[in-house]
């Protein structure tokens, strides 16, 4: 299992199986294994764009929450890493397919899109900064866990393999990991696992696990 933190280990324990659901979805076996149909592949990816839009605003919005400057200075990070580094592992594999950055924004989005991303800036809104961070965090550890499981697979998708499978990317989690700890420890305290708020965390993160599932589930089925 990888090691992004405290909160991490115990939020992924707490998701029991949707956790396992989500990093050992067939969308991600047939990935791995290079099986995946390649339509499968460019319906997720442009999904997957549309996304990540979303989600470098819900970093944003950790900004906006935040009262801790290294905190802030983190979540600026990390919207600039997913509008600057993620977005155009999309753009370049879908160009090689004919479909253009154009293309890809006007993606009209899938319902499954739609509930996970509008739910996690919903909770953002109406909740705190550690609820924002609960729910934000299956998205980037997950991934985590999952290229670092299937990095150096080879196959037609070797390159989305790599690069969550890779040091920056990697890096990245370790950060996320890091910083979700301390944003806990900041305005809770160290023994926060045992106060009643960490079950409700523990919920947004297996609701955002969830919707992961159903966004692999969406890819597909290219609905
Ligand atoms: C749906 C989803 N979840 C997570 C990630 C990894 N940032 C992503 N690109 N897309």
Known sequence: MADYGRAFALWRQAAGADWDRYVGHDFVRQLAAGTLPRDSFLYYLRQDYVFLLHFARAW?????????????RAAAGIAQALLEEEMPLHVGICAREGITSDM?????????????????????????????????APCVLGYGEIGRRHAGSGGPYAKWTATYGGEDYQRLCQEVGQLIDAALEARLGPDWPSLPRASSLAQQFAQATQLEVAFWQMGLDRT
Do not use: I, W
Request: aromatic share 4%; hydrophobic share 50%.
């Open 104 to 136: 890809l924004a006007q993606t009209p989005e899938s319902p499954a899109n739609m509930a996970y991303t509008r739910y996690v800036l919903a909770t953002g809104q109406s909740g705190d900064v550690l609820d924002l961070l609960a729910a934000l």
């Open 60 to 72: 944003a919005l950790v900004m906006a929450k935040s009262n801790r400057l290294p905190e802030m």
